[in-house]
């Protein structure tokens, strides 16, 4: 079946350790490609999105992605973590065509310590 | 400026009662979305409407579920004869643009406890 895989559901992580969060999706052709984030108590909100161009895309807050067509990925990075990332991180996937709908991920709950 | 708002923020309903929710997108806002998120889970797509007209509902779990936005600004997702599996949290989405690449910015939802 499609669908959006996000193999970490929990990370915990020391303050100033680099993130990698994964995320893989089975869709093939055009997609467009987001990460969102939810802190605790906030509404959902975009960190970063690719559609087209430069497969290295860089967010809010100093996230970056890369989109790697040939293994279906759009890996999430930070290279150095704050407390502030805490946090839960969700990769959606448009499928493009005529539906407008986002696909999520399960999430992946961060807690970073100081 | 002001964002997506949603009503209520919680409801408790008993099994078999009536629910309507609430969004109020952004202004201007042509596209809105509906989604569903269960514990643990990430949203699951509800149903998708480009200012009035409803294009795509293929995510209503049933007929139990009715969404509408009739002056293509507020809308209501409407859930009758409520199961205790529709206990999650409904969340609103609106988008500036009518294609796939805009980005949706989220309301705080709607926390559905039925018992």
């Known amino acids: 079946a499609q669908s959006v895989s996000q193999h970490n559901h929990h990370v915990i992580l020391s303050e100033a350790a680099s993130l990698e969060l994964g995320c893989n999706y089975s869709y093939g052709g055009t997609v467009n490609l987001f990460w969102y984030v939810q802190y605790p108590g906030q509404h959902l909100q975009l960190l970063l999105k690719?559609?087209?161009?430069?497969?290295l895309v860089k967010g809010i807050k100093g996230f970056e992605a890369e989109f790697i067509k040939s293994k279906f990925s759009f890996n999430l990075r930070k290279p150095s973590v704050q407390w502030s990332d805490t946090a839960e991180y969700f990769c959606a996937v448009n499928p493009g065509g005529a539906t407008n709908k986002l696909i999520f991920g399960t999430g992946t709950l961060l807690a970073v310590q100081p | 400026g002001a964002g997506v708002s949603q009503s209520p923020r919680y409801k408790v309903a008993k099994r078999g009662q009536d629910v309507a929710l609430r969004c109020d997108p952004i202004?201007?806002?042509?596209?809105l979305f509906w989604y569903q998120q269960a514990l643990g889970q990430g949203p699951e797509f509800l149903t998708y409407f480009q200012n009035e007209a409803q294009l795509d509902k293929s995510g209503l779990p049933s007929d139990r579920f009715f969404a509408e936005r009739p002056e293509g600004s507020v809308s209501t997702l409407k859930i009758q004869r409520t199961q205790q599996e529709d206990s999650a949290v409904y969340l609103c989405?609106?988008?500036?643009?009518?294609?796939?690449?805009?980005?949706?910015?989220f309301g705080p939802g709607t926390r559905l406890l039925v018992l």
């Open positions: 690719y559609f087209s161009g430069d497969p």
């Open positions: 989405a609106s988008s500036l643009q009518a294609g796939g690449t805009g980005t949706q910015y």
């Open positions: 202004s201007g806002h042509v596209s």
